[in-house]
């Protein structure tokens, strides 16, 4: 049995399409069937079941799925791990932000880029949902994000500092003389909400869930930037996660009265995978910046 053959049957029981798969894998259908062919003569049993209507995993198949993707990742993370020792700082660093955690990064890529040059960062900006599929399937090294409302099973989750969900205004809106704000005064101001699918508008539509709130919401934005400065140059209100607005001067972040309001800051790694030096270096100057006064928790240095 070949890494290269579990590659093929995991790329192909994900499209269960032998056309596609073959492309995906830059080689021809035919040494694609060749390959999966003599996996299934070393195994003794059946992987696919082809017939007109399409292909689909066999029993046997189904079985081996999840041992071909973890004997394929601890390869990766091998070659990975030895990789990381003999180029020490270099390479590729792969990184998911989730929009809301985004404004609080701007620091620490300046000063990772400054210290460690030879580094390439690719920065992916998308919804929780799409980045957890990217680190996943190993596209990305880590995800930095609020707190997950479900749970993923072949994640971990690491805080790295506390934060809360926020009513935001400029800093010349009534809500700037108040201490905090309960979910029915709320409804007394015109709110621009984070677009669904946004971490803080998913946290959001949790906390009032069932409640009978009425908000007057005459925008919905899913570029956070926009919508920071929109509300910095009008009256309406917004809800967000607190670290968002740091280094804007002109907004305002007001606690929300109500339960379930918190929003830990997260770093997110596959389980029992390895760890690039130079990821464990991006978390910790992050956490080592203005935006992120809290410390970093253990697992940094476990490594």
């Known amino acids: 049995m070949e890494l290269r053959q579990l590659k093929y049957f995991c790329k192909t029981a994900e499209l ?10 830059y080689i021809t259908q035919s040494t694609l069937s060749q390959q999966i062919k003599q996996l299934e003569g070393e195994l003794g049993a059946q992987l696919f079941q082809r017939n007109s209507h399409g292909v689909s995993l066999t029993e046997i198949g189904m079985e081996l799925l999840p041992y071909a993707k ?7 993370s091998c070659i990975e791990h030895i990789r990381d020792v003999q180029n020490l700082m270099t390479g590729t660093l ?9 404004p609080t990064l701007n620091e620490t890529l300046l000063e990772f880029m400054k210290r460690y040059p030879d580094v390439k960062l690719n920065i992916y900006n998308k919804t929780m949902e799409e980045l957890m599929s990217m680190l996943e399937k190993r596209d990305i090294d880590i995800v930095l994000s609020f707190k997950p409302t479900q749970v993923y099973e072949r994640i971990e989750s690491h805080i790295l500092f506390d934060n809360h969900l926020v009513a935001v205004a400029n800093k010349n809106h009534e809500l700037a003389a108040f201490r905090s704000i309960d979910l029915t005064r709320l409804q007394q101001y015109k709110i621009a909400l984070p677009g669904k ?5 998913n946290q959001f539509d949790i906390i009032v869930a069932n409640k009978g709130y009425k908000y007057n919401c005459p925008i919905e ?5 926009i919508l920071l ?8 209100v917004t809800i967000l996660s607190e670290a968002t607005i740091y ?3 002109n907004l305002i972040a007001v606690p929300i009265d109500a339960p379930g309001t918190q929003m ?9 995978n390895y760890r690039k030096h130079s990821a464990i270096k991006f978390v910790k100057l992050l956490c080592e910046s203005e935006s992120i006064r809290e410390k970093a928790f253990n697992w940094l240095h476990s490594s």
């Open 247 to 249: 280094g804007e001067p």
């Open 94 to 102: 792969n990184i998911g932000v989730t929009y809301t955690f985004s």
């Open 70 to 76: 973890s004997t394929l990742n601890k390869a990766d």
């Open 16 to 25: 269960l399409n032998f056309s596609e798969a073959a492309k995906a894998l």
């Open 221 to 225: 934005l899913n570029e956070v930037n």
């Open 229 to 236: 400065n929109i509300v910095s140059r009008s009256n309406l």
């Open 197 to 201: 699918g946004l971490q803080a508008r």
């Open 264 to 272: 830990e800051g997260c770093v997110h790694v596959l389980k029992d």
